[in-house]
């Protein structure tokens, strides 16, 4: 592949006066992925504040220092591993989806995935109070299942929607999603927690749940497949993303090169980032609320509101970081040197606020300011590693982020079980700086190893 491919100008739109003006197509493709992307980590968190509501931590501690009266006497170990159910069958449907969005397409399998993840939420409630944590462990594990396919499917749309030269804001954009989701669902279950119906924590699983069968429903009757299927596109905007994807792409042999990505240091890299990604990321989804409660004694309304502003500033930070790669990207600097400085602030960032958060537990100011200024930095990976599939191969971009993202849950899923193991022991701050430098140490691991093995150069 000569260098020039690199660069993301097609030679057909030799300035930016050629380029079609309208961007109404992929535009609203990128608005419902957004919103699907917080739909499905809407689900995917409110079991975080819930499980604070459902679970008496003043029978399992006597370290608690307010009391609090929930329905399940659960030790921090049953709680780990109810955390960790969604993710086993998260990662389940990862690599499956992920082939056979080529021969299949993308639409059909993140539209009824999840629908599935909805509907099983409404199960949630009646699973644990009439079967206790494994029938709610199963429950989860369905809604894994269902929330599967919603990356490489995402990937797979963006690859055939979105120009190279306007890949990391879209990928942002998209990908952002999954803050704005944590910013909506934190506060809103803490508040549905403290006044819902049902007991109040229930109300968590059915109002999502009633949300998200509506994102499905829009999801599968607004968006198509691709620009050739859109039946709302212009022919001018058609015929530039089609042009402006396909053009330097290398040849299609028909055949999927596994071994060739099992051989390619490049495609190692993004998997070490995603997993070191999705290892901190869980640490701080999963265990972020109970931190607040058992060690700054936050009560559960102020909680979810509180445990969501990192998420707020990772969600416009993401946006900040899109728009200055994209820009780096036209003025010529080369992609893989922009993916490599997005991920440097994007992974070494939160991980010096994984440091440095269990040393400031006694400011509870100082601990939001660091874990806001930790994961807003954070933000920056959407434009790093995240989106780094899209510049290796738009072709296989699906299959390639469904391998990646199947290995990074693997990693990720094992986050709850070790902070539950580890403060099990005792919700005290020298086991949670613990839990905190492991998640540290991984993040500068994986970041540095893909600063030395990454690339953004078309591949296959």
Known sequence: MPPEAEQTTARSYEKDSDIPTCRKARNFVIFMLFLGMANAYVMRTSMSVAIVAMVNHTAISDHHQHSQGGEFVWSYKTQGYILSSFFYGYVLTQI???????????????????????????????????????????????????????VPCTHSLLAVWIPPDERSRAG????????????????????????????????????????????????????????????RITEAERKYIDEMIWKAQPEDTGRTPFLSFAKSRFFWAIMVAHAGQNYGYETLMTMLPTYMDRILNVNIKANGVLSSLPYLAMW?????????????????LSITATRKIMNSFGQYGPALALIVVGYVYESLVLTIVVFVLGLGLNGAIYS?????????????????????????????????????????????????????????????????????????????
């Open 384 to 460: 790093g590693f995240k989106i780094n599939h899209l510049d290796l191969s738009p072709r296989f971009a699906g299959l390639l982020i469904s391998i990646t993202n199947c290995a990074a849950n693997l990693v990720g899923l094992t986050a709850p079980m070790i902070a539950g193991h580890v403060i099990h022991h005792g919700p005290t701050i020298e086991n949670w700086r613990i839990v905190f430098h492991i998640a540290g140490g991984v993040y500068i691991f994986c970041a540095t190893f893909y600063n030395l093995c990454g690339s953004g150069k078309p591949q296959w």
């Open 172 to 231: 942002a954009a998209v990908y952002a999603g999954a803050q704005f989701g944590t910013i909506i669902s934190m506060p809103l279950s803490g508040l549905l927690a403290e006044y819902g119906f049902d007991g109040g924590w229930p109300s968590i699983f059915y109002v999502f749940g009633i949300l998200s069968t509506v994102w499905c429903l829009l999801y599968l009757c607004l968006v198509p497949e691709s620009p050739q299927a859109s039946k």
């Open 96 to 150: 499956p989806f992920g082939f056979l969005i080529k021969y299949y397409g993308a639409k059909h399998f993140l539209g009824w995935g999840m629908m599935l993840n909805s509907v099983a939420a409404f199960v949630v409630p009646v699973s644990a109070r009439e079967g206790g944590p494994i029938p709610l462990g199963v429950v989860r594990f369905i809604q894994g299942l269902g929330e599967g396919p919603i």
């Open 316 to 332: 416009l930070m993401a946006i900040v970081f899109a728009i200055v790669a994209d820009s780096l990207i036209r003025r010529k």
